[in-house]
């Protein structure tokens, strides 16, 4: 697996502030947003008359993430629907798990150096939680100008990310944004059909007093590491906690697109996600690194970031991986630049004293 690193020549987002180099962006926003409605309502429909045994089979346990039976209900669909609502008009790369080679260029037959975009997605990022009925997973998109293998999540210029709720939920969220014109969202009612204007605002809480903050550790595999992180910055941050007391409190959503969402509605404080810096220490223990974030996963960090919410690599820098299936990301998120001061010295040090970070 590559990871996303800090090499010479990097690209960061303050070079490409305010420059909005898609054409017909918001109708791209509004053919996007058409299209993940269109999958959202297809697997709300199989996650209704199918059974948590039969969206949980495994169909695909090759490289990268596994896909369930679950993934497959969108995979085509976004196909279908990117080449029939997009394509047509704006030649394009769709990079997304399912397809073969991991990316295919719409319509068939176009080669990649006609592509006017590149757009990666996740169909259903929050997958296992899904399927289980225990908590919303997202549809994700981020599109870039083509600019062939070189395209980075800092090409990005605009992303939707809509949620797909459980059976027994009848509202559900889309945000999007476009660079350097803010972060826009929507609450859906699917009884009634109806929809309203979401207020979209990061927490503007100056600690961790009270609030949630989390250190993503999902799966097995150096979570004792994670968590000796998470209780340092939490003790470096607010002390000792008083007897019965809790001075913050964490959430494991296990979807980085989820993640994102509880920073911009001002639900989290902090989250970071940095478990591909664990390789070393596993290797050291006869382990092998696990599954990671990926580009496509944090492909809509643009709406964080046009939101207010302050998001980075693990060294500080705009995240800059490239637009495939493999790299593996690191990120952390904070809620404005007051949280940032305080937690962001002491997630330094923290990784440093344990040769995560160099």
């Keep these: 697996m590559k990871q996303s690193g800090l090499g010479k020549g990097n690209r960061l987002d303050s070079d490409r502030k305010g420059i909005i180099s898609l ?65 047509h008009k704006f030649p394009l790369v769709l990079i997304a798990e399912g397809l073969s080679g991991g990316k295919i260029t719409l319509p068939p037959g176009t080669s990649e150096t006609e592509a006017a975009l590149r757009v990666i997605a996740d169909p259903v990022d ?49 945000l999007w944004a476009m660079r350097a014109k803010g972060a826009q969202g929507e609450r859906f ?66 979807s980085t697109g989820g993640q994102l969402y509880e920073l911009i509605m001002g639900h989290d404080r902090f989250i970071a996600d940095v478990r591909p810096l664990l390789r070393t220490i596993l290797l050291e223990r006869g382990l092998v ?21 302050l998001i980075t690599n693990e060294a500080g820098n705009s995240l800059n991986a490239p637009l495939d299936l493999d790299s593996e990301v690191s990120w952390a998120g904070y809620a404005n630049s007051k949280i940032r001061a305080i937690l962001e010295p002491l997630l330094f040090s923290a990784l440093r004293s344990r040769s995560m970070l160099t």
């Design 23 to 87: 054409p017909n962006s918001e109708w791209l926003i509004g053919q996007i947003r058409a299209i993940h409605a269109e999958i959202r309502a297809a697997v709300i429909g199989a996650c209704e008359e199918s059974s948590h045994g039969e969206l949980s089979q495994v169909v695909d346990d090759g490289a990268g993430d596994t896909i369930y039976g679950v993934d497959r209900v969108s995979e085509q669909l976004l196909v279908e629907l990117f080449e029939q609502k997009i394509a």
């Design 126 to 174: 929050g997958t296992r939680c899904l399927m289980y009925q225990k908590r919303s997973a997202w549809i994700l998109t981020g599109v870039a100008p083509n600019h062939g293998e070189n395209t980075n999540l800092v090409d990005i210029d605009l992303a939707v990310q809509s949620e797909i709720p459980l059976v027994k939920q009848h509202l559900c969220d889309t």
């Design 189 to 254: 009612n699917r009884i009634t059909g109806e929809s309203q204007c979401l207020v979209v605002k990061p927490s503007t809480a100056a600690d961790l007093a009270h609030g949630f903050c989390s250190i993503s550790r999902f799966f097995s595999g150096g979570k004792d590491v994670l968590a000796a992180i998470d209780d340092e910055i939490i003790f470096g941050a607010g002390g000792v906690s008083r007897a019965g007391k809790a001075y913050a409190f964490e959430d494991q959503y296990l």
């Design 289 to 309: 690194s696990g599954l990671c974030c990926h580009p496509y996963d944090v492909c809509t960090e643009l709406i964080a970031r046009e939101a207010g919410v």
